[in-house]
């Protein structure tokens, strides 16, 4: 139960991948909370997006893109993250609710600080997300996401659904390195020449192994650079 309780063109492909990677955000990123450490743990990160820098040789930032901030709690869940574009606009707010360790609600918000949507979560035994849904404020169902995953967690197949669950028909498939971290992201959508395969490195850590700088490529080609500043508690 929950917790808390066609045929497309490529302009609207490229609009429900801006829904789908916010819905990947809330579905695999801080949602579990790991057990208190007196170790550092990350309090926020402010992460920036940038394009690549063709001009330039190897993969360096060009023109900012986006700007993302998100607070932690005591526990490693976001609780809260606020996305900005290149002209520092508020594009939305993400507010979560946090109980018994998993993050069960998580409200979308406009710049007003009205509600646009908000989200709830399934899972399964092992505490990972299996299933999200959009509804409006009235409470009216928006669309549904539902994931499968491996055995050992290092990938999983993820597709929208209806409000009653079924067809579910994945679209996408991800692979996760030993971290939770994405490796890959091939769509596959019912039309052939839509089908994207997204690859993702790390070539920067801090002292802790965490992520400080992650590069995508879209099909083999630089398409987007993305740099961490992270602020920890519990810091000697």
Known sequence: MFVNSTVITRSQKEQMRVVSCFMLALMCFGC????????????????????????????????????????YDEHGIVVFSEYRDANDGVQMRFVSTVEDGLKTRTEWRSEDGSLALYVLYRYDDQNRVIETRQYAPDSTFLRGFQSEWSDDGRSRRTGSISETGEPFEPDSFYKLNARGEELELLEFPTIDSLRTLFTYDYPERDVYGNWTIRTTRRDGVPSQIEIRELVYRNVP
């Open 32 to 71: 579990v909370r790991v057990p208190a450490t007196t170790e550092p743990v990350i309090e926020t990160a402010l992460r920036t997006r940038f394009e690549p820098d063709t001009t330039r040789e190897g993969f360096k930032p060009g023109a900012l893109r986006q700007r993302i901030v998100d607070t």
